[in-house]
T-cell receptor, first 115, second 109 residues
Framework: NAGVTQTPKFQVLKTGQSMTLQCAQD?????MSWYRQDPGMGLRLIHYSVGAGITDQGEVPNGYNVSRSTTEDFPLRLLSAAPSQTSVYFC??????????????FGAGSRLTVL | KNEVEQSPQNLTAQEGEFITINCSYS?????LHWLQQHPGGGIVSLFMLSSGKKKHGRLIATINIQEKHSSLHITASHPRDSAVYIC???????????FGSGTKLNVKP
């Protein structure tokens, strides 16, 4: 019963470096999403996916890339990290709309610092 | 984009007190969600509601669709209720969620 697993939990990057935050779920959820959480602000949607091969942008997609090759995995890529991307990142998944399973299950979060 | 506002931002209560956290939103929604973020950072969903009221243990959530307002109540509060409570709305197809900035609750023994 792992739920949503995010790795790494902590990462420090230098400006301009690239990295990938991993997210995996074992609940056969069609919907997966990435959020960033900054002090004093609500969670903001970066990208989401409603199934393998289908992704779409959220509120704050710039500087981030995603792909969805399998139902289980939804990695978030930072191609050239900037200090403004210092944040806590959460991956979340849920069942598909038609099944009525519309409550998000969150990963534990990944704290990223860009120097 | 749905603007989601929560109040208060911070709340300190004595153990046993009745607590109310408020949430208002700007446009029509399919559902409203209440979540809890533990001091360690983990986020769990507490309620999803689109009308009326839901109760789970000492937690009660209500929503008024016409007024675009929801409340989360905690009866007989306990120090273990100390957390950040987050309100969120979801669109008609539940693909996009909009979150409030959270209410930090501290319950003192």
């Amino acid at each position: 019963n792992a739920g949503v697993t995010q790795t790494p939990k902590f990462q420090v990057l230098k400006t301009g470096q690239s990295m990938t935050l991993q997210c995996a779920q074992d609940m056969n959820h069609e919907y997966m999403s990435w959020y960033r959480q900054d002090p004093g602000m609500g969670l903001r949607l970066i990208h989401y996916s409603v199934g393998a091969g289908i992704t779409d942008q959220g509120e704050v997609p710039n500087g981030y890339n995603v792909s969805r090759s399998t139902t289980e995995d939804f990695p978030l890529r930072l191609l050239s990290a900037a200090p403004s991307q210092t944040s806590v990142y959460f991956c979340a998944s849920k069942g598909d709309y038609y099944s009525g399973a519309n409550v998000l299950t969150f990963g534990a979060g990944s704290r990223l610092t860009v120097l | 984009k749905n603007e989601v506002e929560q109040s208060p931002q911070n709340l300190t209560a004595q153990e046993g007190e009745f607590i109310t956290i408020n949430c208002s939103y700007s446009v029509g929604i399919s559902a409203l969600h209440w979540l809890q973020q533990h001091p360690g950072g983990g986020i769990v969903s507490l309620f999803m509601l689109s009308s009326g009221k839901k109760k789970h243990g000492r937690l009660i959530a209500t929503i008024n669709i016409q007024e675009k307002h929801s409340s989360l109540h905690i009866t007989a509060s306990h120090p273990r209720d100390s957390a950040v409570y987050i309100c969120a709305t979801s669109e008609y197809n539940f693909n996009k969620f909009y979150f409030g900035s959270g209410t930090k609750l501290n319950v003192k023994p």
